[in-house]
């Protein structure tokens, strides 16, 4: 069956795809549609609508038009001049939202939980109409600053080993910790799933023992400080995060939230 002549074939990495696009006489302006194309089930989540994996049973099912056709194919692109439809509804790609949350304990990470357990969702329902999610994890009995977003190439860019966001934690232990096994820390620790080594550790000034430490890392590892420290034979008694990507906690009560002001999330952008 012949396509119809609004579908074009482009190859990416030896496959081919379909992606739509209305400039088809001008090459040059052709190449930059093109540069602006994204998946179809990344433009379904950017509205709002669900996952992107869950935008992909939607395409499946045949419940999503691109400019009046229904579109089943997985991989299929659009550009922002393409009319994409859910149902009867059409699509827009929602405002970004950035929001700092400094999380209490008990509270999960997570968008949804199927124990019917507290989750971080709870405490910012009012942020804003957007469907939002958390940039990594903090564990149910750890605190501090956690970052939603409807950004996925942000969260994605916050969450990535290569960019090496940095992450400023205070821990206090059931007891002090000796010299030898702070240097070990700072050499760095073999786990059961690789070697790893923290950016910095430090006693905190002030604190009346050695219990109470800084440590930075950029890790994204789950319960990574937990273990390193069980590992040597230490209970974390408190976990708290106070620093993400070079923000704070200031101003923010436990439990409570805010908006990234623009000079923020513009820094974000840049690290």
Not at 87 to 98: F, P, R, W
Not at 132 to 153: E, F, K
Not at 158 to 184: C, E, M, Q, S
Not at 208 to 230: P, T, V, Y
């Amino acid at each position: 069956m012949k396509e119809p002549d609004k579908y074009k074939k482009i190859t990416d990495k030896g496959k081919s795809r379909k992606h739509y696009s209305k400039n088809k006489k001008n090459p040059a302006v052709f190449k930059k549609d093109e540069e602006r194309l994204i998946r179809l089930n990344k433009y379904i989540a950017n509205a709002g609508i669900c996952s992107r994996r869950e935008a992909d049973q939607l395409i499946q099912s045949g419940v999503i038009k691109v400019n009046g056709k229904i579109v089943k194919e997985l991989g299929t692109k659009v550009s922002v001049n393409d009319k994409v439809q859910y149902g009867d509804e059409t699509l827009k790609a929602e405002k970004k939202y950035y929001i700092l949350l400094n999380k209490p304990k008990g509270y999960i990470t997570t968008t949804d939980d199927p124990y019917n357990r507290k989750t971080v969702m709870f405490l910012v329902r009012d942020a804003c109409k957007e469907r939002i999610y958390p940039v990594g994890r903090l564990d149910r009995n750890s605190t501090g600053l956690l970052l939603l977003t409807n950004d996925g190439d942000m969260a994605k860019k916050l969450t990535h080993p290569k960019h090496g966001i940095r992450k400023v934690y205070h821990a206090v232990l059931d007891k002090n910790l000796i010299k030898n096994d702070f240097n070990k820390i700072l050499k760095g620790i073999n786990l059961e799933d690789g070697f790893i080594r923290v950016d910095k550790i430090a006693y905190v000034k002030g604190s009346e023992n050695k219990k109470e430490i800084g440590i930075e890392l950029h890790s994204g590892k789950n319960r990574i400080l937990r273990r390193i420290f069980e590992s040597l034979g230490y209970k974390v008694i408190k976990l708290d995060r106070a620093s993400f990507a070079g923000l704070t906690k200031k101003d923010i009560p436990r439990g409570k939230w805010r908006h990234l002001d623009e000079k923020e999330v513009n820094y974000l952008r840049m690290v």
